[in-house]
Structures are given as structure tokens and as C-alpha cells.
């Protein structure tokens, strides 16, 4: 008796539908269901995540091509030579359905998936893999956080030649951090402090000690930085008083992005 095409098995493995009188032969057949599991496995294999299993490795050309046309290339299908073995492998499987559909092959020329076949089903495998590894890369990928405001500080009378500037960003948490950076002489004694200051002086909070000319700071749940704009980096000494020295080095309103 005839055996099912090679390649309608193949299509079949990865979703085609299959017809009335190939079910009628695969429920009497026992060399075919058993080719049609070992193809099914094939695509089940190249879906997964998890387990690699026994994929086969595709030759370096073919993922050279492959990552190819990943990074946007797109070209890589008409550069192949003709005879290359690789080339019907890289077309679509609907490309090569028309061939397929609906033909039937004598014994001697199956019992064994055609090379072509396999080269085709362990690229749509590789294919499969670094598709759903994109996917699971984004999602895993932490989520960024947000330029919403940033400042130009610019220095105090006492502190001529300072500078400094001050960067709000919000993470998808929606907690917020200032990021400043101070281009000043070393002081001798004492320490230097950030604050937010309100537009109007009314208001001050410390954020922390500087150490350092780089430091990142949380900006408390409650401070409202459309109201408390100012940045400002005080030089402090160590007497002990928490309140603002009066010495500002450097100081900038944030703007909004
Ligand atoms: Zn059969």
C-alpha cells in the first residue's frame, strides 16, 4: 500500500488539517503515525522554551542567515545560491505547500523524512526559539524608568565655578529619584546636602548627604515637585543642626519634560 507523502506529514505536524482519506490511512497505518509523532515532537521541540530536547543543530550558514534576517536584513533569501541546500528550507512552509498538497509517494522513497524536509523543520524549530526567546526577553527585561524633569544648577556668589545638574526619573512604580551631580572644590570641614526647596522658600526637605560628586536620592511619597522645584546642594557643618546651613554651592529650578 501507499504511505502518506512525507511532506503532507510534515505539514500536517505543524497544524494543517487533515484530510478524510489520509486520517482513514493513518488509523490503519502504523509506520505513518509513528513518522507523523516523530514530526509532531519536531514542532513540539522547536516550541518549546524549556526543554531543547534532540533539535538538531542547523549548519552555521543557515544561522548566520537566520540571525540575518532577525536583525532586519532581508536579504538573505535572494543571496542564496540555487543549489544550496538551505534555500527552499528558508521559504515559508505555505511556500511549499503546492508541491506538497495532496500527493503521494511509493514506499521506497519515504520511511524516512527527506533531508530538505528536516533542514525545513529544524529551521522553523530554530526559528521558533529565538522568536519566543525575544518574547520572553521582553518580558523579563525590567521595565525603565523615566526622565520626567531635570535641572541646570548653577553656583552661589561664594562658590564661584560650581556647577551642577539634577535629573528626576520616575520608575513604573511611580517612585521617583533624584540623580545630582556637583563639579565643585573640596571644602574643608563639614558635609554637603541635598534639598528640595518650593518655589517660594516656604518649604524645604533634605534629601541626604552628598558623598562624593554623584548621588541618587528618593523623593518622598509626599513631596509634590511641581511645588518644591528647586534643587539645591548645601555645604553643611558638623555642628549637629539638621535645618539648612544657609550655604548653598549650587542651585537649579527643574523643568518638566
Ligand atoms: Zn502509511
Redesign the pocket.
Known amino acids: 500500500?501507499?504511505?502518506?507523502d512525507p511532506e503532507r506529514l510534515a505539514l500536517v505536524a505543524i497544524g494543517e488539517p487533515v484530510a478524510p482519506d489520509e486520517e482513514h490511512?493513518?488509523e490503519?497505518?502504523?509506520?505513518?503515525?509513528l513518522?507523523l509523532a516523530e514530526l509532531e515532537h519536531t514542532v513540539a521541540v522547536g516550541k518549546s522554551t524549556v526543554s531543547l530536547g534532540d533539535l538538531e543543530a542547523p549548519p552555521e550558514r543557515v544561522w548566520d542567515r537566520i540571525l540575518h534576517e532577525v536583525r532586519g536584513g532581508g536579504e538573505a533569501v535572494a543571496e542564496l545560491a540555487p543549489d544550496d541546500a538551505a534555500d527552499s528550507a528558508t521559504r515559508t512552509p505555505a511556500a511549499t505547500a503546492p508541491v506538497a498538497a495532496g500527493t503521494q509517494t511509493d514506499?521506497s522513497s519515504?520511511r524516512r523524512p527527506r533531508p530538505l524536509l528536516r533542514t525545513l523543520l529544524t529551521l522553523a524549530a530554530g526559528m521558533a526559539v529565538i522568536f519566543v526567546g525575544f518574547g520572553a526577553w521582553n518580558l523579563l527585561r525590567p521595565p525603565e524608568s523615566i526622565e520626567i524633569a531635570s535641572a541646570t544648577l548653577a553656583a552661589f556668589p561664594e562658590h564661584p565655578g560650581a556647577e551642577g545638574q539634577a535629573f528626576v526619573t520616575e520608575d513604573p512604580d511611580g517612585e521617583r529619584t533624584v540623580t545630582v551631580r556637583l563639579d565643585a572644590s573640596e571644602e574643608g570641614d563639614g558635609f554637603r546636602e541635598v534639598w528640595l526647596i518650593t518655589a517660594d522658600a516656604t518649604a524645604i526637605v533634605s534629601l541626604g548627604e552628598l558623598e562624593g560628586d554623584e548621588g541618587t536620592f528618593v523623593v518622598p511619597d509626599d513631596v509634590d515637585l511641581r511645588d518644591y522645584v528647586l534643587v539645591d546642594i548645601s555645604q553643611e557643618p558638623l555642628d549637629g543642626d539638621p535645618t539648612h546651613s544657609g550655604d548653598s554651592i549650587v542651585r537649579g529650578e527643574l523643568g518638566f519634560s
Open positions: 500500500m501507499s504511505h502518506l490511512h493513518l490503519t497505518c502504523d509506520v505513518c503515525t513518522d514506499a519515504r
